[in-house]
């Protein structure tokens, strides 16, 4: 494993500088030491999220992330809609089921965009307390356009909640300027660490519903986490990842210091690089090119070829990819290209994949 490349949705590929950092002894988490990287981690954050308001660390996956902000936004029975346009657009309305709320689901289908327009209608006949939409869709390789869908919101002065677990820190994101309420990232996807931690940042009306909520939390009391935050000495409720901590407050330090508009340059240019690439090899994108995510690129499997056989011809090459989710399996391959990529992993990328389209035919 460790000589192939992650060209997956999830992890990704970490820097060498930030694996330098990760292979160091961790801080003690009561020490000034950590206060002092987790005030800086904190900092940074807040500047990739775009807001002045707290950003939140806690010790889990995405998907962490995403049901602490359920457990801890509203209460039994809540009235919300998911705008779904893939699988982790349903993974958020399981969340809102497993906790009781009355959610509804306006599914969009797989491969497509959010409906501004039909989105609208949903919103205006229904009364909803907050709608839930997801950025980056990796099931299906399509980004919504979050400062549209946040502007249909506020004419019904609907809360919006984003996932945006693997687009924060690749592609544009405003928390503050867009009106957004609740975003939710991860540390392995744009943040070039590894796994084990997610981050949640809330608005001042997100806080104000998080007073009302009676929903079960304890590990995951957002309110808990962000006394730790705003302490002189800022720490978390419980013992936190320590160690990827460190890496994503060095991983940050590098986002910065290349500048965010220049890193969302790269990564549009990195994805417009590989959907010519597979179109130039006579292979089909699988949603529209207009709605096409800069982070990964979703490919139809072509006629009389296996995904199965594709991935594990490239696997043997030393390059990781992924199949399709759900009824997408074995109808098409996704190949993630979001945070730390090089050209050099980008070439064994189109080579492995070429050569797969030769020998395999």
Known sequence: MSDKILMTPGPTMVPKEVLNVCHLQPYHHRTPEFYELFSCLNSNLKKIFKTNMDVLTLTSSGTG???AVVANLFKRGDKVLVASIGHFGERFYDITKAYGLDSDIIDFGWGNAVDLNKLEDALKKNGYKALIVTQNETSTGVTNDIKAVADVAKRYNTPVIVDAVSSLGGIPLEMDEWGLDAVVTCSQKCLMSP???????????????AEESDLPKY???LKKARKGVQKEKPDNPYTPAVSTIMAVKKATDMLLNTG?????????LIGEKVRKT????????FPDESISSDLLT???VPEGYKAKDIINYMSEKGVLITGGQAHLKGKIIRIGHMGYVTDKMLDL???ALKNALSDLS
């Open 65 to 67: 992330g995403m049901e």
């Open 278 to 285: 597979i179109k130039d090899m006579g292979l089909k994108l």
């Open 195 to 209: 796994p084990g931690l997610s981050f949640v940042a809330l608005s001042e009306r997100a806080w104000q519903m």
């Open 298 to 300: 979703a490919v139809e």
């Open 260 to 268: 965010m508009d220049t890193v969302y340059k790269n990564q549009h």
């Open 219 to 221: 590990y995951f009391d």
């Open 349 to 351: 990328t189109f080579d």
